[in-house]
């Protein structure tokens, strides 16, 4: 080691004055042009947006992930449900984790508008839905994607979305598959209906789909996946692990 230590003092030694200055200098504009790059980069978010009807079950998710209880069933918000905390499920492991910002936007068709407070700053959104109680309400919950899926905020940014079919642990729930299929299929009758108006047109910011190919998912430029859940009970993994894919560390 000091051998080499001793080549090297050799060789600066050896080197023109200039040649040494100028190659410090390299290094210290170089040194100063990453730290300004890291400076300037912006931070990773770290918000996640729950949505979705009203008595979907978004609250009690939100309690759920927060404290690991559902807070004695069924919680109406008014107005939106909003932390940073670590997840419970993970307060005893070890390692770097990063808190995440859980925010639940109200169902009430008359507050959706504040969804669009934090969608710019949105990792995921997670679109809860009734799995118990969802044929009566299929046609809403289609609208109300429908509007998520088309706004600037969403596309451009390419927000990834979680469908989630909650209340999955009754026994008379629908399964992910038929509540997939179903969305769809009523995407698809909205997309041609609200396309030929031209006030609908202005509203929604992007169109979906493929013309003259029925709606799927998999059409959106964004990553839209389905997922099952129960927050009265605590099964909530799969939530867990959509928002540590999108929140990392």
Request: hydrophobic fraction near 40%.
């Amino acid at each position: 080691m000091e051998q080499w230590m001793h080549q090297i003092e050799q060789w600066v030694r050896q080197q023109p004055v200039e040649q040494l200055y100028a190659a410090f200098a390299v290094l210290v504009v170089t040194i100063a042009f990453f730290a300004i790059l890291r400076l300037l980069k912006p931070a990773k978010s770290n918000t996640i947006v729950l949505a979705g009807l009203s008595g979907s079950g978004k609250t009690v998710l939100f309690y759920q992930l927060r404290d690991g209880s559902p807070h004695q069933g069924t919680v109406t918000s008014m107005e939106p449900n909003e932390g940073t905390f670590m997840l419970h499920s993970e307060m005893e492991k070890k390692g770097k984790l990063k808190p995440i910002h859980l925010v639940d936007v109200p169902g009430h068709s008359r507050l959706r508008p504040k969804l669009d407070e934090f969608l710019p700053h949105a990792a995921g959104l997670i679109f809860v839905v009734d799995a118990l109680d969802f044929l009566p309400n299929c046609r809403a919950a289609a609208e109300y994607l429908y509007d998520i899926l088309t706004k600037a905020s969403i596309v451009k940014r390419k927000v990834a979305i979680l469908i989630l079919c909650n209340k999955t642990d009754k026994v008379t729930a629908h399964s992910k598959e038929f509540i997939r299929k179903q969305l769809e299929k009523e995407i698809d009758k909205l997309r041609t209906s609200r396309n030929a108006l031209s006030t609908a047109d202005i509203a929604n910011e992007y169109t979906l789909g493929v013309p003259g190919e029925a709606f799927s998912f998999s059409q959106c430029r964004n990553k839209v996946t389905i997922a099952d859940a129960s927050g009265l009970t605590g099964e909530v993994s799969q939530v867990e692990q959509f928002i540590r894919e999108h929140v990392k560390p």
